[in-house]
């Protein structure tokens, strides 16, 4: 284990990751690393992003001393142990590991693997969040291509205990293993998969929820009417609108794009409303509108009302 000096500060290499984009995923994953003790570099394009990363970690921390599950003390730990950057280079230089979790756009991605390449020390393991885009390809804009693999951490991240492990055509077994043992050291359970078009889990999650828009579109029923058959029938916890609110349409249409463009397979075009809606700017809960809206302080209700079936 390997200490570096810099401004003051001293970096333990192996407890310190850096978490690019803070968005919906960029801050539950720092959350979890900052709770199990690592140091986490966390950085955003956008300071008013940032700051709102800081403001919900803090407030599902709360939540957790809540319900008991850590302390106060743990709580203030956690949010010492994050750092916020407007750049990627300071956030990255000290890395162990960096995780990647800006937008799922590949042409923003490959950009910031190409600067990775430069920026992150050369022995660091450069992961991707990416719900669906080629490891393989994100691996070519780096030198040593062994070193970059897929953690697909889940939504809500401090609560759901799956990383999907995504395994590039070149990731070295070792890489592979230290993810492994990562995931391990947070309490996450990892599994791994190959890598193709949306992996596992948005390969059966999204055409699931393209076709209860379909659904909608068609007018075989309300917003609902859809969420309700899903929860009370096949007992998932949300129905399939209120999860792509959850996700994010416009992740959800990025995602689609790239089954339908993986597999050349019509069955993963996305719908028309779909599109519609994100062109529109309803990218669900994160806008404070999608198929449901979200007023602050306030129980969502539907925003979308189709012909009711009759
Ligand atoms: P988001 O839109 O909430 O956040 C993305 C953040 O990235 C924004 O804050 C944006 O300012 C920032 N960003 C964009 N370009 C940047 C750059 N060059 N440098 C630094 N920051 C930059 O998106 P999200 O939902 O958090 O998704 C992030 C990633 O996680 C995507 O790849 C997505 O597919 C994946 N993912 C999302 C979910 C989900 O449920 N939302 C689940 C699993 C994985």
């Given at each position: 284990?390997?200490?570096?000096?810099?401004?003051?500060?001293?970096?333990n290499?192996?407890?310190?990751?850096?978490?690019l984009?803070?968005?919906?995923?960029?801050?539950?994953?720092?959350?979890?690393?900052?709770?199990?003790?690592?140091?986490?570099?966390?950085?955003?394009?956008?300071?008013?992003?940032?700051?709102?990363?800081?403001?919900?970690?803090?407030?599902?921390?709360?939540?957790?001393?809540?319900?008991?599950?850590?302390?106060?003390?743990?709580?203030?730990?956690?949010?010492?142990?994050?750092?916020?950057?407007?750049?990627?280079?300071?956030?990255?230089?000290?890395?162990?590991?960096?995780?990647?979790?800006?937008?799922?756009?590949?042409?923003?991605?490959?950009?910031?693997?190409?600067?990775?390449?430069?920026?992150?020390?050369?022995?660091?393991?450069?992961?991707?969040?990416?719900?669906?885009?080629?490891?393989?390809?994100?691996?070519?804009e780096?030198?040593?291509?062994?070193?970059?693999?897929?953690?697909?951490?889940?939504?809500?991240?401090?609560?759901m205990?799956?990383?999907?492990v995504?395994?590039?055509?070149?990731?070295?077994?070792?890489?592979?293993?230290?993810?492994?043992?990562?995931?391990?050291?947070?309490?996450?359970?990892?599994?791994?998969?190959?890598?193709?078009?949306?992996?596992?889990?948005?390969?059966?999650?999204?055409?699931?929820?393209?076709?209860a828009?379909?659904?909608?579109?068609?007018g075989?029923?309300?917003?609902d009417?859809?969420?309700?058959?899903m929860?009370?029938?096949?007992?998932?916890?949300?129905?399939?609108?209120?999860l792509?609110?959850?996700?994010?349409?416009?992740?959800?249409?990025?995602?689609?794009?790239?089954?339908?463009?993986?597999?050349?397979?019509?069955?993963?075009?996305?719908?028309?409303?779909?599109?519609?809606?994100?062109?529109?700017?309803?990218?669900?809960?994160?806008?404070g509108?999608?198929?449901?809206?979200?007023p602050?302080?306030?129980?969502?209700?539907?925003?979308?009302?189709?012909?009711?079936?009759?």
């Amino acid at each position: 284990m390997s200490t570096v000096q810099t401004n003051k500060v001293l970096y333990n290499m192996s407890k310190t990751i850096a978490v690019l984009g803070a968005g919906t995923m960029g801050n539950g994953i720092a959350h979890v690393f900052a709770m199990h003790g690592y140091t986490v570099h966390l950085a955003d394009l956008s300071a008013r992003q940032l700051q709102k990363a800081m403001s919900v970690i803090s407030h599902n921390l709360d939540r957790m001393v809540r319900k008991e599950r850590i302390t106060s003390d743990d709580k203030v730990r956690a949010l010492v142990n994050i750092h916020t950057f407007e750049k990627v280079a300071p956030a990255v230089e000290h890395a162990y590991l960096v995780i990647e979790a800006i937008t799922e756009n590949e042409q923003l991605k490959t950009n910031i693997f190409k600067d990775l390449n430069q920026m992150a020390p050369e022995r660091a393991i450069l992961a991707s969040n990416t719900s669906s885009i080629s490891i393989t390809r994100l691996a070519r804009e780096v030198t040593f291509p062994e070193r970059v693999i897929g953690m697909h951490f889940m939504n809500p991240v401090p609560v759901m205990k799956l990383v999907e492990v995504i395994r590039g055509y070149q990731t070295s077994d070792e890489v592979a293993d230290q993810v492994l043992d990562l995931c391990a050291d947070i309490e996450k359970i990892a599994v791994e998969v190959n890598d193709y078009p949306g992996f596992i889990s948005n390969r059966i999650l999204m055409p699931m929820i393209n076709e209860a828009i379909y659904a909608l579109f068609e007018g075989v029923s309300t917003v609902d009417a859809i969420d309700d058959i899903m929860k009370l029938g096949m007992a998932h916890p949300m129905g399939p609108l209120e999860l792509a609110d959850f996700i994010g349409l416009d992740v959800c249409l990025s995602i689609l794009d790239v089954l339908y463009e993986g597999f050349g397979n019509p069955k993963y075009a996305p719908c028309p409303l779909l599109v519609n809606m994100v062109t529109a700017g309803k990218n669900g809960r994160k806008s404070g509108e999608g198929f449901y809206t979200y007023p602050p302080d306030e129980e969502p209700y539907v925003s979308i009302q189709f012909n009711r079936p009759g």
